[in-house]
């Protein structure tokens, strides 16, 4: 078998590896690793959790003794600086192996190919760019917020299968049915914030908790309940919504300079965080989505209404989009998914790309791309 297709299907292993990792290593990206000899693979390994041993050094731990001359396929290169674990390229370099295959090189500028020259200069053969855009996609928050200093956004969306958010009256539960909102879950459990507004909680008090358990997703660990970050240009929240009484932090991004209101909510428990007002007088999405990528969030997922929705996708800070779609007609006068403002011309919509699409119960849930002009 040529050597492409052995380092195609060693590779396919380790982002299997990696894949177990999918809900309790953020803000970390999910590496898998496996170490292979002679045909045969004597050991595997994954990040399973921030601030534990690395896939490399889970592989190496795994059994007894790596034998000198075995290939490392890692889905992401080695790191080489101390963080909260010592450098990878050590363990590896200390197993005696002769070749490391990686999916791609590591975005952190703390590694930045660092990793792969330390290798290269202590004998070992290094090979890069296997599977590299499974990989990619399988990190896709963690190489944004590395490389551009923002978070990948998927803004989730229910609507009727005439494109309807909620009835005239502001109705809106339940449009899809019990197996999608289960779904969403996962969605919730996968990403570092869950992102809302004031408005939506005000509306609806939702409590944009994570109702899995480690059974649910396959963990050795209980899920971390991600951030939920809210939209509250003006403080209108009052601190006694249920999002205040459930698990997670609560951090609420304003414009205002209230110090009454701050106080109170800061005393229900949220962190207030005062970013720059954009021309319209609301919260900058720009701003604090970069404030979110600077305190490590990879990934987010929205919950929220067709305004910040609409916003995120008119202001080119949305990737992503999921709609959950009911079979079911709300009529023309049910209120619409995404407020993206009166378009005149057709190259004024926004392109999406269809990336997944699968039945949820009754329900359709289509993953999509945002394409850019």
């Not at 004031?198 to 409590?207: C, E, Q, R, Y």
């Amino acid at each position: 078998m040529p050597d492409s297709a052995l380092h195609h299907g060693w590779m396919a292993e380790a982002l299997r590896q990696a894949r177990k990792g999918w809900y309790s290593t953020h803000p970390n990206p999910r590496v898998g690793c496996v170490i292979v000899k002679d045909g045969a693979m004597l050991a595997a390994g994954w990040h399973e959790y921030t601030g534990g041993p690395h896939a490399e050094v889970n592989a190496i731990q795994s059994v007894d003794k790596i034998p000198a001359g075995a290939d490392f396929y890692v889905t992401l290169e080695p790191c080489s600086h101390h963080g909260r674990t010592p450098p990878c390229t050590d363990a590896v370099i200390a197993a005696g192996a002769a070749r490391v295959i990686v999916a791609m090189q590591d975005p952190n500028p703390e590694v930045g190919g660092r990793g792969l020259e330390q290798l290269r200069a202590n004998g070992i053969e290094v090979i890069s760019g296997v599977l590299e855009a499974e990989a990619r996609s399988l990190n896709r928050g963690f190489i944004k917020r590395m490389q551009q200093g923002l978070p990948f956004v998927s803004v989730k969306m229910a609507l009727s299968l005439d494109g309807r958010s909620a009835l005239a009256n502001g109705v809106s539960k339940w449009i899809t049915g019990e197996a999608a909102r289960r779904d969403v879950q996962f969605l919730r459990a996968q990403s570092s914030a869950i992102l809302s507004s004031a408005a939506t909680v005000l509306a609806d008090d939702p409590a944009l908790d994570l109702r899995l358990t480690k059974a649910d997703l396959g963990q050795q660990r209980e899920p971390r309940p991600p951030v939920r970050a809210l939209v509250d240009s003006k403080l209108r929240l009052q601190g006694n919504e249920k999002i205040f009484s459930t698990d997670g932090e609560i951090w609420i991004y304003t414009c205002s300079d209230d110090a009454a209101r701050r106080n109170l909510l800061i005393e229900r428990g949220a962190q207030v965080i005062r970013v720059d007002a954009d021309a319209a007088g609301r919260v900058s999405l720009t701003a604090m989505l970069g404030d979110l990528s600077a305190r490590a969030i990879n990934d987010v997922h929205t919950e929220c209404g067709s305004g910040l929705a609409g916003a995120l996708i008119e202001q080119r800070l949305a990737d992503q989009v999921v709609l959950y779609l009911a079979p079911h007609l709300l009529g023309d006068r049910a209120r619409g998914g995404f407020a993206l403002g009166e378009l005149t011309a057709m190259d004024q919509r926004q392109p999406c790309r269809l990336c997944d699409i699968r039945q949820i119960g009754d329900d359709l849930r289509l993953t999509l791309d945002l394409q850019r002009n």
